[in-house]
Each structure stands twice: as structure tokens, then as C-alpha cells.
């Protein structure tokens, strides 16, 4: 039988008569944009995270350009100004700093927990230094005390990068609500996915909201008024109200991700698999199973030969990315512990629709490669 990594049908059948009846309800209103759904789902997913405000924008990439770009025209930033970013993430996080000619500061991550490593942080802090971006990468919060202490201490902004961590908790707050802003992303596949791309903003900060607000819509705080040279980036109404009805089951979803990803845990037995270090339930989504192995690229194909789809998050970091070749920073780059990871990594299925069954035959074949 094949294993898909993840099956999107089989995730949105979960709840599909819901979906249905709520894009038909929203193509039956005439309201595509900016209209009531959109408003509902800013108003609930503020309230689950326990935040102020949230701002819906057309994916994940552009809720993070628009905080360091609201963070710019509120006077907080200059580009050309340094933001500190783990080195071990997918390149949206970079590409929101660099798009707003911010530099980013690749930070190693701690072997571990393949996060970004709290005490390799301050050593990378300069006067330049204006905020840390923290990614939950993997599902995982990455948050700690001392990382938010330094960033009291230096003046950072903390800009979370929630966009795989939905749900997500640190001492029962959520991923999205500890930083003075988040980014979330609702790409199909994350834990919270739309039927189409999507993203938001959260935070506590009126001004920024509304700051991020006017930006996303071509920077017009009123129609035919142009405070800033904005775009386009709203959520539309469709997929709002897909969000509504999914929000609705993002908890149980995420249990049932755990209940996969800890029987991976307690079974996988192979002494060339390393897992990372494992947290406590509430700190950890499980949006991706990542494992280690020093012959990644065979064991992948060992498993693609059973049937077993798997990914690879991430082949090339961003710094060795072609698009950064020519930038100082990325040439300075050291960073052998991000780089070991990405020639290691390797994604086991899950999904909220996955079987214990199917997650069983994962483990046999991998104890046995």
C-alpha cells in the first residue's frame, strides 16, 4: 500500500460537509473580499491565541514582510538595521528581512532540539540589532524565558514565525501571542491549512495592526486615500470562512497528531535514526516528524521503495541559497551545525487523518532499514 507523506483530500474530508456549507453560504452572500468572514475569523483566531489583534493577508510570507515593513514606517526600524533569524528554517523567514533591506543574522540551532540555540544568541547581537525572529520550526516552540529576557534586555522586537506551530503552547499561552507580533501562514498543508493560500498577523499592538492593515490593502487606509506605497494582500473571503470551520477542530486535529508522533516516538528503534529531543505535549504540534540520519538520501529511498513518501525539510539552508550568493552576510556565514541538519533531515508521514496502522508499517520499515 502507498503512504503519502500527507493527503490533503484526506485531511479536508475530515470535516468536508462543513467546508462545503460554508463556501457555498459564502458564494451565495455576493461578499468575496473584506466582508464578514474575514472579520469573524481576524475575531476568533485573536481570541484563541489570546491576542488583540489579527490581520489577514494573502499568505505567510507577506504577514512577515509586513511586520518588519510596519515596523519600518512606524520609525522602530531603518533598513540596513540587523535582524537575528535561525539559520535553520525555511527561506520565507529570510526572504520577509532581506525583502525590507534588513540583514539577517543566522543563529545555529542547538543540536537537540534542531531550534535556535538561546545561548549562541547573544554573541550574535550588535548595536545594529532591532529583532529576533523566531521560527516554531517543525511544530515545535522554540520560545524560551532567557530569549525573551535578552530580547528586553537588547531593545528586540520578537517577531515569531508561527507558521508551523498553530496551537502550539509555552506554559499554556500559544505560539503566536508571546512576541510582540506573529506571522502565521494557512498553506494547505499546515495545521491550521486553507483550500488556498492564506496568512495573518497577531499582536497586541493597535498601531502596528493598523499599520499592517493599511499596507495589505495598496497602503489605502480609506478607499482612494494612499498612506503608504502599499499591495495587494488580503484574505479572501472564501478561505476565511474554510479557517472558520477548521479553527473550530485545530485542537483535536493536534491531539491526533500527537497521537502519531508519539507512537513514533516510543517505536522507532534503529541506531542509524536520531529523534530530537522530545518536549512536553503542549510544546510541540508535530506539523512535521523530522528524523536524522547520517545516509538521509538512502534511507529515503529505501522507504520510497516500500511505498513510504517522506520530504526532506530542508535540502539547502538560506544562506547557501543561489538568491543570497552575492550577499555579505551570507558569505560570511559559518554555520556547520544548520548545514550537518539539512544533509540529515528527513519528514516521516502524519496527518490529523493518518492511522496508527499506517504509522505502524512507517516504523517497521524504518527499524528495519
Keep these: 500500500m502507498k503512504i503519502p507523506f500527507l493527503s490533503l483530500q484526506d485531511v479536508t474530508a475530515l470535516h468536508e460537509a462543513e467546508i462545503q456549507a460554508a463556501v457555498q453560504q459564502t458564494v451565495a452572500s455576493g461578499r468575496y473580499l473584506l466582508g464578514p468572514q474575514n472579520r469573524q475569523f481576524e475575531a476568533e483566531w485573536a481570541a484563541y491565541l489570546g491576542c488583540r489583534h489579527a490581520v489577514g493577508c494573502a499568505n505567510g510570507l507577506d504577514a512577515l514582510v509586513w511586520i518588519f515593513r510596519a515596523y519600518i514606517e512606524m520609525g522602530v526600524m531603518q533598513p540596513g538595521d540587523e535582524v537575528l533569524v535561525p539559520a535553520n528554517t525555511y527561506i520565507a523567514t529570510f526572504l520577509a528581512i532581506t525583502e525590507n533591506g534588513l540583514i539577517p543574522v543566522p543563529v545555529e540551532p542547538h543540536p537537540d532540539t534542531l531550534e535556535i540555540d538561546e545561548h549562541h544568541i547573544e554573541a550574535a547581537i550588535t548595536p545594529r540589532a532591532r529583532a529576533l525572529c523566531l521560527v516554531h520550526l517543525y511544530g515545535r516552540c522554540a520560545f524560551t524565558p532567557a530569549i525573551a529576557t535578552l530580547c528586553r534586555r537588547y531593545g528586540l522586537k520578537l517577531v515569531e514565525d ?151 525539510h530542508y535540502p539547502i539552508p538560506p ?51
Excluded at 177 to 182: F, T, Y
Excluded at 326 to 347: C, F, N
Excluded at 349 to 364: F, K, R
Design 319 to 369: 544562506h547557501q541559497q543561489a538568491c543570497y550568493r552575492q550577499s555579505d552576510w551570507a558569505q560570511r556565514a559559518s554555520l556547520p551545525i544548520t548545514e550537518l541538519l539539512h544533509r540529515q533531515e528527513l519528514s516521516l508521514p502524519l496527518s490529523p487523518a493518518m492511522s496508527l496502522d499506517t504509522a505502524a508499517q512507517v516504523v517497521e520499515a524504518v527499524n528495519q532499514f
Design 162 to 312: 508561527n507558521a508551523q506551530a498553530h496551537g502550539c503552547r509555552f506554559e499554556g499561552r500559544r505560539t503566536g501571542s508571546l512576541g510582540d507580533a506573529a506571522g502565521h501562514s494557512f498553506y494547505p498543508g499546515k495545521n491550521l491549512g486553507a483550500l488556498g493560500d492564506g496568512g495573518a498577523v497577531t499582536t497586541d499592538d493597535e498601531t502596528l495592526a493598523q499599520t499592517i492593515r493599511t499596507l495589505a490593502n495598496y497602503g489605502s487606509p480609506k478607499k482612494y486615500v494612499f498612506q503608504y506605497c502599499g499591495r495587494n494582500s488580503r484574505l479572501d473571503e472564501i478561505q476565511a470562512a474554510v479557517l472558520r470551520v477548521k479553527l473550530r477542530y485545530l485542537d483535536a486535529d493536534n491531539e491526533r497528531r500527537r497521537v502519531i508522533a508519539r507512537y513514533y516516538c516510543d517505536h522507532l528503534d534503529n541506531p542509524a535514526i536520531w529523534l530530537p529531543k522530545r518536549l512536553p505535549d503542549e510544546q510541540n504540534v508535530w506539523h512535521i516528524f523530522p528524523v536524522l540520519c547520517e545516509d538521509r538520501d538512502r534511507l529515503q529511498q529505501y522507504l520510497a521503495d516500500k511505498g513510504i513518501e517522506t520530504l526532506i
